[in-house]
């Protein structure tokens, strides 16, 4: 893919159009100079542009440019760009616009000469107040029960059309080929890849082995989650230095998944002729995955590398497992140590898939890219089910679409972008802190925003990237993506990266749809922060990515000379924002993720009202299969959270989120100080890996401290950890990690078995393992939860609750059923229990079924327990305040619009 290039484009367009119409006499002062408009026409069936004013929003006038950008540039080029001066002096009152007629506009010299290459647009300072404006939507657009908004009708694309009478049919008549004159699709700076299509609206990854599969189940019957079947996992390796090439490298060998019938590698893959591919591996952590090249092992290698002489144990069939090695070189710009580290190490259990080589080429929807020469290269496509010949194939041909360049004052709306690579291998080394060899987070943006101010990015789409959408960095600060949408996207939807001298600040990221996201680097989220104070993130909705909804990072490194510094995102609001399904690729990670570093300070930030669902977590092991071999599996969940407080961040206050449906906890309290939890909806952590509780809470000496949990609703079920809370609340040194837990109601329903009232009570009270202090009344003992109220969906009487001997005993805790029913029950009845906090539709989707009228337990500090009154029966139910003003139950179980948001949140899929 070739580097970024920078071509002044908008300024030599706006130059012809001053020059054509307007005299070179120096206005009078303080005089605004007349409003600009240049007209920008998409290229028609035959390549060439026409005028289209019809279609041209404001239309008033017709005597501009006419023509397609590439044309523009190419006209300008040769006419020079003097007359960009006029607005790059002193005068900066004058507005100007380009304005785009409907249709996909390229960057590339057309409809003649086609090659050359497209070259970024860069709007510079010359240029603030420059408006870049699409004709507009529809109203009527857009998916509002899924919250994706209008599309715009104009759009920007990097790629090229592939010539529809170019393919020829190979002999399967499945398959079909074309040479592609390289030049045509490049600027010939490094090389060329086609690593993405777009074949009509689809976006289309290279043909791999294995074919992806999704999950049948997945988990919760989505089918969301990639299936073991989908990869090959490392069983041996070792990081050794090639005597042939002076190159670090990673040799190894590999077996199937466990749920693989044919328990063999492809046969290609056996072959010592093999010619090779291209990789994908996700590493030992999970976190990430990265591309390198791929070879069979050659005898010489073998030798030259002394890797050892292994059988395979399976007598019957020599089916490559383990006697096949393979070897991946570690990237040139990545250093040994970091080669082998946490997140690009690669050891027993790694999974990966080959892809790019024509052997993988065996479905609809597949294609394969391979370099003839320096000037030519063969593209082989399986066309998609959607058409029988190929045809609208596009070949993504540029990174960076748009870049603002120490701009100001610039709005580019209605505008959508397509068809963009990525220069990213997704090694990482870092998080994306200066200098750019720093290899972080994948960044490779479609649209980035550099040292400008006032950037506003409103009602665009982004979809078919290679790389990511927006990128916002070098101090970049005042600006704002908004009502716009993310589909289909390569890595992150939208960035904020620098450090502590570079960090862009006071963003507002406000009410975009971002969904199908990290389709080639899964290290991505649909906002990321590697630094961003003073930043708004607001009523997003975010689903189906492989790993973060949100991810806000501070953190220490270094800058662009060498000097220790720690970037803040500090006064973030995270408000409103809507997650599901996240995770699902990676482990280790949050559905709203936030991070910090030793000793750092509070970050006064606000993290409110958002609902976070379904977080799945996947991570892959060497395991035994039925036949004594070794054998890849994938387990998913695997240790996804809510929302993740991690690696010491502090001061941050969560209040009114719903989270729903994590593996580990809701809550994560990890290292950090003054975070404070209030008014939150937390439902089911199922616990499947058989670690962590339904909150989380770990410490370290003579930092973690002040952390609260007051006014929240905790709901769960029977887990293998039997864990409420999870971790430690203090050490021996005298601190105290958890200062408060108070006010809080526990809904607990054990199996959901209607009749095991004994086993629920003793799950609950009896249970060693409900918190790090031991059970209900050790807990209480220790001063947490004393004024809470705890919920169970059996009635526990007095004869089984005298064992336990917990505060919550009392003589009359049998009760009528019959009466609860009615409502008249002065304790309550279940249905009331659960039905004023989360209603019947919240508990169908739990999974949990019809749960019968029984009475539930209030629990508190005082000897005969402390209790709430009803109004009415069953999920009508609604709460009067209760006798003790100390017991705040969640705000009355949240009869407010968390309560809402928490039906709303199971209702919407």
Not at 181 to 202: A, H, I, P, S
Request: with cysteine.
């Amino acid at each position: 893919m070739p580097r970024r290039s920078s071509v002044k484009l908008l300024a030599t367009v706006l130059g012809v159009t001053i020059a054509s119409s307007h005299t070179s006499a120096k206005p009078e002062p303080h005089r605004p100079r007349p409003h600009l408009d240049v007209y920008v026409s998409a290229p028609d069936q035959d390549g060439g542009y026409g005028r289209d004013v019809d279609n041209i929003p404001g239309q008033q006038r017709v005597d501009s440019l006419h023509v397609g950008l590439g044309m523009v540039r190419k006209h300008l080029a040769e006419n020079g760009a003097h007359n960009g001066a006029h607005l790059a002096g002193t005068d900066t009152r004058r507005t100007a616009r380009v304005l785009l007629s409907p249709g996909v506009h390229t960057l590339f010299h057309e409809p003649t000469g086609r090659n050359r290459g497209g070259h970024t647009l860069v709007v510079d300072s010359g240029l603030s107040g420059l408006r870049i404006q699409g004709h507009q939507a529809e109203p009527s657009g857009g998916d509002s029960q899924s919250r994706v908004p209008p599309q715009p009708q104009s759009w920007i694309s990097g790629g090229q059309f592939v010539d529809d009478g170019c393919w020829e049919a190979e002999p399967d008549g499945a398959t079909y080929s074309c040479v592609l004159t390289l030049g045509d699709y490049t600027d010939g700076n490094d090389g060329f890849d086609v690593q993405v299509l777009r074949v009509g609206d689809e976006m289309l990854t290279p043909a791999r082995t294995p074919n992806a599969v999704e999950d049948a189940a997945g988990i919760d019957g989505k089918g969301r989650v990639p299936s073991e079947v989908s990869f090959l996992y490392v069983n041996q390796s070792m990081m050794v230095d090639d005597p042939s090439t002076s190159q670090s490298v990673w040799v190894f060998n590999a077996v199937t998944g466990l749920s693989d019938t044919s328990s063999t590698l492809p046969p290609f893959m056996r072959d010592p002729s093999w010619g090779g591919a291209m990789v994908k591996m996700w590493p030992t952590s999970s976190w990430n995955n990265y591309e390198a090249t791929i070879n069979v092992a050659t005898p010489e290698q073998r030798e030259a590398l002394g890797l050892p002489s292994t059988t395979d144990t399976n007598d019957d069939t020599d089916d490559g497992q383990q006697t096949s090695w393979f070897v991946v070189p570690c990237p040139t710009d990545v250093k040994l140590d970091k080669c082998d580290g946490t997140d690009t190490g690669m050891s027993a259990g790694s999974r990966f898939f080959v892809f790019g080589g024509d052997e993988s080429l065996d479905g609809p929807g597949e294609f394969t890219f391979r370099a003839l020469n320096e000037t030519h290269g063969r593209l082989k496509l399986i066309p998609p089910l959607s058409q029988t010949v190929p045809q609208a194939v596009v070949v993504p041909s540029m990174v960076t679409l748009i870049q603002y360049e120490e701009a100001a004052d610039v709005l580019v709306s209605d505008v959508g972008f397509l068809d963009n690579g990525y220069h990213a291998h997704g090694y990482q080394n870092g998080f994306n802190y200066d200098p750019a060899s720093s290899l972080g987070i994948p960044d490779d943006g479609a649209v980035r925003v550099r040292n400008s101010t006032n950037i506003t990015i409103q009602r665009c789409a982004f979809a078919n990237l290679g790389g990511a959408g927006v990128v916002f960095e070098h101090s970049s600060s005042h600006s704002a993506v908004l009502d716009s949408s993310f589909t289909d996207i390569g890595q992150s939807a939208i960035m904020a990266i620098g450090n502590s001298t570079t960090q862009p600040h006071h963003l507002s990221l406000v009410n975009n749809h971002m969904s199908k996201l990290g389709r080639v680097f899964i290290s991505a989220g649909g906002v990321y922060c590697s630094a961003c104070p003073d930043t708004l993130i607001e009523a997003n909705h975010i689903v189906n990515v492989p790993r973060w909804g949100i991810h806000v990072r501070s953190q220490q490194g270094f800058d662009a000379n060498g000097t220790e510094g720690w970037s803040s995102s500090a006064r973030t609001r995270i408000v409103g924002n809507r997650i599901e399904h996240a995770g699902q690729s990676s482990c280790d990670f949050g559905g709203l993720s936030v991070i910090a570093y030793s000793g750092a300070p509070s970050e006064n930030s606000t993290i409110a009202h958002n609902g976070v669902r379904d977080t799945y977590g996947a991570k892959t092991f060497i395991v035994s299969g039925g036949d004594g071999e070794a054998r890849g599996q994938l387990v998913s969940p695997y240790m996804s959270f809510g929302v993740y407080l991690d690696n010491e961040a502090s001061g941050y206050t969560l209040d009114s989120n719903v989270i729903v449906n994590t593996e580990r906890a809701s809550i994560f309290y990890h290292y950090g100080h003054d975070n404070v939890v209030t008014n939150n909806v937390l439902v089911n952590a199922s616990n499947t890996a058989d670690k962590d509780g339904q909150i989380e809470i770990v410490g370290q000496v003579n930092y973690t401290r002040n952390n609260v949990f007051e006014r929240n609703v905790v709901l769960w079920g029977d887990t293998l950890t039997r864990a409420l809370w999870d971790g430690s609340v203090a050490n021996t040194k005298g601190d105290v990690y958890l200062s408060s837990a108070q006010d809080n109601a526990y809904i607990f329903y054990g199996t959901g078995n209607a009749t095991d009232s004994e086993t629920v009570c003793e799950d609950f009270y009896a249970n060693a393992a409900l918190t790090p202090l031991g059970n209900w009344s050790s807990w209480t003992e220790g001063g947490y939860d004393t004024n809470s109220m705890v919920v169970l969906t059996h009635n526990c009487d007095g004869t089984r609750n005298r064992p336990y001997d917990g505060p919550w005993a009392s003589a009359d805790a049998t009760a009528d059923t019959a009466a609860d029913a009615r409502g008249g029950h002065e304790r309550g009845g279940l249905n009331f229990c659960l039905g004023a906090a989360l209603s019947a539709q919240l508990r169908e989707g739990l999974g949990i079924g019809p749960i019968p009228s029984a009475t539930c337990d209030f629990s508190s500090g005082g000897e005969r327990g402390t209790r709430a009154r009803h109004t009415a029966a069953g999920d009508a139910g609604g709460v009067r305040a209760p006798r003790s003003p100390g017991i705040g139950v969640a705000g009355a179980l949240l009869a407010t619009d968390v309560r809402a948001f928490a039906v709303g949140i199971f209702n919407e899929k």
